[in-house]
């Protein structure tokens, strides 16, 4: 289990766990937030289909790199179901959609003050090397129209999530 932490301070910031598992072939990735308040927008209206920026609303985020290689994927979810799986030659480089994957499983429950996503994908072929290097995201988009980031390893400047922090 691993907890994100928010690039700036934020007052009465939610908590945030992760849990993650990956294979060559299966990705599974589990967020719970506890202490989220009326604060934050979460769009539950069903899109389940591949979207390009969803990171200007609220956005779950995973970035994976194989061991010894440059180049990763950006996985991005949305409450609604709303998805896509990108490839990166290098650091923010040659940004394409990943076409060897099939449409994740996505489920979204908000009960009271805690929500939980749960997302399953699977790749048509191996894609990664064992458990790789990877980084964990989170953008919450408040009432206020303001976007609030969370990470593992926050560092002060620019939210940079493309940076992977743990192997």
Not at 7 to 27: G, R
Not at 88 to 107: A, G, I
Request: hydrophobic share 40%; charged share 25%.
């Amino acid at each position: 289990m691993y907890q994100l932490f928010p690039y700036a301070k934020i007052s009465n910031a939610p908590i945030i766990e992760v849990s993650f598992s990956l294979t060559p072939q299966h990705l599974l990735l589990s967020f719970v937030l506890s202490g989220v308040s009326d604060n934050y927008l979460f769009d539950t209206k069903n899109h389940a289909k591949r979207a390009d920026e969803l990171w200007k609303a609220t956005c779950f985020e995973a970035f994976i790199k194989n061991p010894n290689s440059k180049e990763y994927w950006e996985l991005n979810i949305a409450p609604s179901g709303a998805w896509n799986f990108y490839y990166f030659s290098d650091y923010k480089k040659d940004m394409q959609e990943e076409r060897r994957v099939l449409t994740p499983k996505v489920l979204f429950k908000q009960k009271r003050d805690e929500v939980y996503v749960n997302v399953e994908m699977n790749f048509t072929e191996k894609l990664f090397d064992g458990r790789g290097e990877f980084n964990l995201a989170l953008i919450l988009l408040n009432v206020e129209g303001k976007r609030e980031f969370f990470t593992l390893n926050p560092k002060e400047g620019v939210a940079d999530f493309h940076a992977f922090v743990l192997e």
